[in-house]
């Protein structure tokens, strides 16, 4: 009896000692990878980058902070997943996954004392490059105009839509301004080229060729000498530099030379991909040549014309469409198909058409942007574009279908296609995007001093999303300096 009452105790003793076993051993297992995660995190590991440093993270995201779908800057862009973004009534949804809420794409600047992101060196090229153009002569010693008394005239017409150049550099000077600072400011000036973020080139190139397109080529060729004379060129071979060739003749020397900076185009019709690329490269509005539409009340009912379309018909390229597109709808009711030009009252017929109609054709011309598109945008007549090779600003930022119509080339050849298709588009939907137009022409619109949300100011953030890729080529290209040369390098990080 007591043998059996021993050997009982026994089995008890044994069971309690193996449970207190294999407590222990959990307990010491997630000891220990709790301090595994500790001594991972992101503040202790070495290779762990600081968001902060970089240009403002908040004008990386392509989405409103409303949203907590994306935050992260480091997400991929939603260029590369358009599809995503673009609302389609005829996908099916699964029924076991949720609705993804839809963007709210009103770009946001963020709070004042994050205004600043991007830090500009700007090279003081002397005044033949830029405001010399304007028949400006320097005083002194300054190789700038004096913008606090007097601001160089820049020409009207046709000339201001390829002006970007003259309010980026004008923006610039501005930062230096103290009265100047306010919450509109995205990009200020530095004095030394180890502490910006991109090296700016202010050659007014666009006006070069518009109005001296002879001396146009002598200009682009004392550019490259001076440009690969620099210490900053040779530094990073030219990649963190800002060169502007909105005019796509503007630069067609030069590029070949100069092409590992980033440009800013109109678009890429005239550049081979290997030299421009939306990569690498910022696509920046025309100047509207029509007047804004102020208080426009007009409604669906009281913009008469359907279709509206007045410029060259006769283009090459890209734009034979024009003219098999004339001989569809020249006889269609309440379309206005026609030639016209900037002259003979010509911007005013354009303003007054536009403004009466519910929707303006933007077909490729010799090249796929024209600045048709942006007169439309601010004339609040719903774009209808048809260019299949065209690249919009602000893109990877603004959801262009929310305002605009985009049509194939080859389905708008159709007969019958195009009318058919503007006429079933119902008023419901057209006072959406009329709204719309409303809400964004803003983004579209240059102005000294630049205001909040404006051209200038977008595209300074576009470029400042640029700059993590261009500080990657940099850092690359830089991988066996020291193998090959000897040499130790400075290098500018981001860490």
């Not at 700016?200 to 004379?229: C, E, G, H, I």
């Not at 409604?299 to 890209?318: C, E, P, V």
């Not at 080859?410 to 409303?438: G, P, Q, V, Y």
């Amino acid at each position: 009896m007591v043998e059996r009452n021993v050997s009982a105790a026994m089995k008890i003793v044994s069971r309690k000692s193996l449970l207190c076993f294999f407590s222990m051993t959990i307990l010491l297992f997630m000891i220990t990878w709790l301090f595994v995660l500790d001594s991972t995190s992101s503040e202790d590991t070495p290779l762990s980058i600081d968001h902060n440093l970089l240009p403002n993270s908040k004008h990386f995201s392509t989405f409103d902070e409303s949203n907590p779908v994306v935050k992260d800057q480091n997400s991929e862009s939603s260029f590369t997943n358009r599809a995503i973004l673009v609302d389609n009534e005829n996908i099916e949804v699964n029924y076991k996954t949720k609705p993804i809420p839809e963007t709210n794409y009103n770009v946001k600047c963020s709070s004042a004392h994050e205004k600043v992101v991007l830090k500009v060196f700007m090279y003081d090229l002397p005044s033949e490059f830029h405001f010399g153009l304007l028949d400006w002569k320097p005083e002194g010693k300054s190789v700038w105009p004096d913008i606090k008394t007097k601001i160089p005239h820049y020409p009207g017409g046709l000339n201001l839509q390829h002006s970007i150049e003259y309010w980026l550099t004008l923006d610039i000077l501005a930062s230096e301004l103290t009265e100047s600072a306010s919450n509109a400011r995205t990009a200020i000036r530095v004095h030394n080229s180890s502490e910006a973020d991109i090296i700016y080139v202010p050659f007014f190139s666009s006006l070069s060729y518009n109005r001296y397109s002879k001396s146009n080529k002598v200009l682009q060729d004392k550019l490259v000498k001076y440009l690969t004379a620099q210490e900053e060129w040779k530094k990073s071979g030219g990649r963190d530099h800002l060169i502007l060739a909105h005019h796509p003749n503007s630069m067609l020397d030069a590029r070949k030379k100069l092409w590992p900076a980033t440009f800013i185009l109109s678009d890429f019709g005239r550049y081979p991909p290997n030299i421009a690329n939306v990569e690498k490269d910022v696509i920046a509005p025309y100047k509207h040549v029509i007047r804004s539409y102020v208080n426009d009340t007009s409604t669906f009912d009281s913009r008469s014309t359907l279709l509206y379309f007045q410029g060259a018909i006769n283009r090459k390229d890209g734009g034979h469409a024009r003219q098999q597109l004339y001989s569809l709808l020249k006889d269609e009711k309440k379309v206005h198909f026609s030639f016209g030009s900037a002259q003979r009252d010509g911007i005013r017929k354009a303003t007054e058409g536009m403004q009466s109609s519910k929707f303006c054709l933007n077909i490729a011309g010799d090249t796929p942007s024209s600045n048709r598109l942006f007169d439309a945008i601010v004339s609040h007549c719903v774009p209808v574009i048809i260019s299949d090779d065209i690249e919009l600003p602000y893109e990877d930022v603004l959801d262009y279908t929310k305002f605009c119509i985009f049509v194939r080339t080859r389905d708008a050849l159709k007969k019958k296609f195009l009318i058919n298709f503007i006429t079933s588009i119902s008023r419901d939907e057209w006072t959406r995007m009329w709204n719309k137009l409303k809400e964004i022409e803003k983004f579209f619109d240059f102005q000294f001093p630049s205001k909040e949300g404006d051209a200038v100011q977008m595209i300074w953030q576009a470029v400042a999303r640029k700059v993590p890729f261009i500080r990657l080529k940099i850092n690359r290209s830089r991988r066996f300096f020291r193998s090959l040369y000897g040499k130790d390098m400075r290098l500018k990080s981001i860490l």
